[in-house]
């Protein structure tokens, strides 16, 4: 089944712990991008990658970091969590940087 | 940054009302998407325009993509409760990979 993964779905964490979040596709597409989902201000590109090795910063891209070593992988690092990155994380990945088929959603609270 | 504004922001009609939503921009697009994201899940794609002044229909949803290709539509025909959901658009432009999403308007159709 073509389908975009994330894990964990729910994390809850301290502030300054780092964490990761994971991304995986299985349908060989070249665009991956990460979002951001806050009530009232709809959905936020944090990242994108057009390719492997290949990144580039979206509108929100402070406090994160992201990696492409593999086509399938997209992962999302933040370093240092703070309370203002608590918030709905959604993974899409994309065979044309148009249409975009998105991940089921990571709920991330910062305590 | 470009930006995509969307109305109503709210919208509750009764089953078989018809309903449109408006996605609006001072930017050209080179295409533009419209997604139904459902409480709890990713936004999932509906389509995909890329010509100005193009017409896509999909069953009871029709979506326009107006001549200068800074604004679109969705019109739904005879409503249904499973047409309940945010509706989303996001646009591209020649920067490939860097999407901008509108903030969304939510649709209640009560039975």
């Known amino acids: 089944e073509a389908q975009v993964t994330q894990n964990p779905r729910y994390l809850i964490t301290v502030t300054g712990k780092k964490l990761t979040v994971t991304c995986s596709q299985n349908?060989?597409?070249?665009?991956m991008s990460w979002y951001r989902q806050d009530p009232g201000l709809g959905l936020r590109q944090i990242y994108y990658?057009?390719?492997?090795?290949?990144?580039d910063k979206g509108d929100v891209p402070e406090g994160y970091k992201v990696s492409r070593k593999e086509k399938r992988n997209f992962p999302l690092i933040l370093e240092s969590p703070s309370p203002n990155q608590t918030s709905l994380y959604f993974c899409?990945?994309?065979?044309?940087?148009?249409?975009?088929?998105f991940g089921p959603g990571t709920r991330l609270t910062v305590t | 940054t470009q930006l995509l504004e969307q109305s109503p922001q709210f919208l509750s009609i009764q089953e078989g009302e018809n309903l449109t939503v408006y996605c609006n921009s001072s930017?050209?697009?080179?295409?533009l998407q419209w997604y139904r994201q459902e409480p709890g899940e990713g936004p999932v794609l509906l389509v995909t325009?890329?010509?100005?002044?193009e017409v896509k229909k999909l069953k009871r949803l029709t979506f326009q993509f107006g001549d200068a290709r800074k604004d679109s539509s969705l019109h739904i025909t005879a409503a249904q409760p499973g047409d309940t959901g945010l509706y989303l658009c996001?646009?591209?432009?020649?920067?490939?990979?860097?999407?901008?999403f509108g903030d969304g308007t939510t649709l209640t159709v009560k039975p």
């Open positions: 325009v890329v010509t100005g002044g």
């Open positions: 349908m060989n597409h070249e665009y």
């Open positions: 990658s057009m390719n492997v090795e290949v990144t």
């Open positions: 899409a990945s994309s065979p044309s940087s148009y249409e975009q088929y």
């Open positions: 996001a646009g591209q432009n020649t920067n490939a990979g860097k999407s901008t």
């Open positions: 930017s050209v697009f080179s295409s």
